[in-house]
Nanobody
Framework: QVQLVESGGGLVQPGGSLRVSCALSGSGFSIYDMGWYRQAPGMERELVASISSGGHRNYADSVKGRFTISRDNAKNTVILQMNSLKPEDTAVYYC????????????WGQGTQVTVSS
């Protein structure tokens, strides 16, 4: 059974840093890519950053230069390092993985709250 378990997040002041991690467990799949999405109240869920199995990284324009996504292939873990955080980064952050299990399927974590406020 595929499971994504997130950790990290919390409350930080503007300009501060946070790191969120996501561990993928299960078997019988190949990883196409993993990434992070976020959803603020009243807003649609949006891509923050993703990293493919080959290491290609993709970032939303709003986080380029501030956020870094990385992956530990041995542990099937993806990490989002968030620096220079702004109040507009406040949202629930969701880990996502696209896995090849016959077809290409997307899985989601339960979400973790990130709040940037003084």
């Amino acid at each position: 059974q595929v499971q994504l378990v997130e950790s990290g997040g919390g409350l930080v002041q503007p300009g501060g840093s946070l790191r969120v991690s996501c561990a993928l467990s299960g078997s019988g799949f190949s990883i196409y890519d993993m990434g992070w999405y976020r959803q603020a109240p009243g807003m649609e869920r949006e891509l923050v950053a993703s990293i493919s199995s080959g290491g290609h990284r993709n970032y939303a324009d709003s986080v380029k230069g501030r956020f870094t996504i990385s992956r530990d292939n041995a542990k099937n873990t993806v990490i989002l390092q968030m620096n220079s955080l702004k109040p507009e980064d406040t949202a629930v952050y969701y880990c996502s993985a696209r896995l090849i299990i016959g077809n290409l399927l997307r899985y989601w974590g339960q979400g973790t709250q990130v709040t940037v406020s003084s």
